[in-house]
């Protein structure tokens, strides 16, 4: 399968700890994308990088939150000082643009929960 | 900023029911618009997109949806639902052209039932 995937599926930390999700987009696509979805919401937009480059981040990823795309290959979140508020799905997806397309593919998510 | 509105909430059909779930977004510009499933327990999948062109839009197993730019509206339809439909659909939507992420709606879950 070569779709996207998300390590770990699950995560259980709690308060105050630091977590990492990792993600390895559909290769050869150079954008990436980050969203949140809690229970009854669509998901919510984090963050995306084209290639390495993180393009724009939303009012919702507070300094607690990094992410990186260092070689323009997987991308890692972190959170840093969880908070029971961070429990949630976290979703990469990833798209190659490039003739006017951008249809994002969505891996199966990290579900956080925060004790 | 733009918005996605899906009305329903929770629809309950029958099999072999027809199926139109409704978005209406807002945006003054050109779109693209978006409609993805989630199965029970399994990730998010684009069911049909639209970019361009016709606005009757034909995706993966029996749906479609149809943009209609006046009602600033991409209403996804099926003629004939089966118990494996179950699932929760969202809308989505994005400028088109532009460096911006996409947009969801709430969803609507549908529950099939024999």
């Known amino acids: 399968d070569t779709g996207v995937s998300q390590d770990p599926r699950h995560k259980i930390t709690k308060r105050g700890q630091n977590v990492t999700f990792r993600c390895d987009p559909i290769?050869?696509?150079?954008?990436l994308y980050w969203y949140r979805q809690t229970l009854g919401q669509g998901p919510e937009f984090l963050t995306y990088f084209q290639n390495e480059a993180q393009l724009e981040k939303s009012r919702l990823l507070s300094d607690r939150f990094s992410a990186e795309r260092p070689k323009g290959s997987f991308s890692t979140l972190e959170i840093q000082r969880t908070e029971q508020g961070d429990s949630a799905m976290y979703l990469c997806?990833?798209?190659?643009?490039?003739?006017?397309?951008?249809?994002?593919?969505f891996g199966p998510g990290t579900r956080l929960t925060v004790l | 900023a733009q918005s996605v509105s899906q009305h329903n909430h929770h629809v309950i059909l029958s099999e072999a029911a027809s199926l139109e779930l409704g978005c209406n977004y807002s945006?003054?510009?050109?779109?693209?618009l978006f409609w993805y499933v989630q199965y029970p327990g399994q990730h998010l999948q684009l069911l049909l997109k639209y970019f361009s062109g016709d606005p009757l839009v034909k995706g993966i197993k029996g749906f479609e949806a149809e943009f209609i730019k006046s009602k600033f509206s991409f209403n996804l339809r099926k003629p004939s639902v089966q118990w494996s439909d179950t699932a929760e659909y969202f809308c989505a939507v994005k400028p088109s052209g532009g460096n911006t992420p996409l947009v969801f709606g709430k969803g609507t879950r549908l529950s099939v039932i024999a």
């Open positions: 997806a990833s798209s190659l643009i490039g003739g006017g397309a951008d249809t994002q593919y």
């Open positions: 945006y003054g510009g050109t779109v693209n």
């Open positions: 290769s050869e696509h150079n954008r």
